[in-house]
């Protein structure tokens, strides 16, 4: 079983449309977590972290949900800019460990 | 503000070559990591440094695959011999640890050398 399991896709949205990605990793004892966002021949870059409480960054929402090992993403009123691949990531022994992405396409 | 420096941008070699892959990280951070991005397998962990140290390189396929940290502002990673198996692009990314948790200290990418071994 992989560490980080994450549905590849792709996710064919029309703009405006609200889009959810979950993910999820199999060490209990992970301790923190994040989404990356790669755009095409890029490289990743962190989107945001996530905490265990949910948090939120404008049109973005994460969760963590510590007994299930899950962690989802909604994004909100997506744009045609949002279209790229989600990593959601989770750290365990200061080490990173990136799933293998979800494909977001955003079409007008 | 400089951000990860990487070099070549593209690597295309013949098999049994050796190969060279050169990483400047951003100036104060003090932990550097290499990692390989195929479509098979997505991203994957080589090796970490911490102040200059390997802490980890579990992730190092094997022993064709080697890296250096001479100094804070400079890494390698080369592959000898190289095999067509190891095209992939490779990532450097360095970050500022402030002491055990990456938590509030991001992963900063380098735009990565696309290696091709033919």
């Known amino acids: 079983r992989k560490e980080v399991e994450q549905d590849p896709g792709p996710f064919n949205v029309p703009e405006g449309a609200t889009v959810a990605f979950n993910c999820t990793y199999s060490?209990?004892?992970?301790?923190?977590f994040f989404w990356y966002r790669q755009d095409c021949r890029k490289e990743p870059k962190l989107l945001m972290s996530?905490?265990?409480s949910g948090n939120e960054d404008g049109r973005f929402t994460a969760q963590l949900n510590r007994a299930s090992q899950y962690i989802s993403l909604l994004i909100r009123d997506s744009k045609l800019s949002d279209s790229a691949t989600y990593l959601c990531?989770?750290?365990?022994?200061?080490?990173?460990?990136f799933g293998a992405g979800t494909i977001l396409r955003v079409k007008s | 503000d400089a951000g990860v420096i990487q070099s070549p941008r593209h690597e295309v070699t013949e098999m049994g070559q050796e190969v060279t892959l050169r990483c400047k990280p951003i100036?104060?951070?003090?932990?550097l990591f290499w990692y390989r991005q195929t479509m098979m397998r997505g991203l994957e962990l080589l090796i970490y440094?911490?102040?200059?140290?390997?802490?980890?390189d579990s992730g190092m396929p094997e022993d064709r695959f080697s890296a250096k940290m001479p100094n804070a502002s400079f890494s390698t990673l080369k592959i000898q011999p190289s095999e067509p198996r190891d095209s992939a692009v490779y990532f450097c990314?360095?970050?500022?640890?402030?002491?055990?948790?990456?938590?509030?200290?991001?992963?900063?990418f380098g735009n990565g050398t696309r290696l091709t071994v033919t």
């Open positions: 990314a360095s970050s500022l640890d402030p002491g055990g948790s990456l938590y509030n200290s991001p992963l900063h």
């Open positions: 060490n209990s004892a992970s301790q923190s």
């Open positions: 996530v905490y265990s």
């Open positions: 990531v989770v750290e365990h022994g200061n080490k990173l460990v």
């Open positions: 100036s104060g951070h003090n932990s």
């Open positions: 440094f911490n102040n200059n140290v390997p802490i980890d």
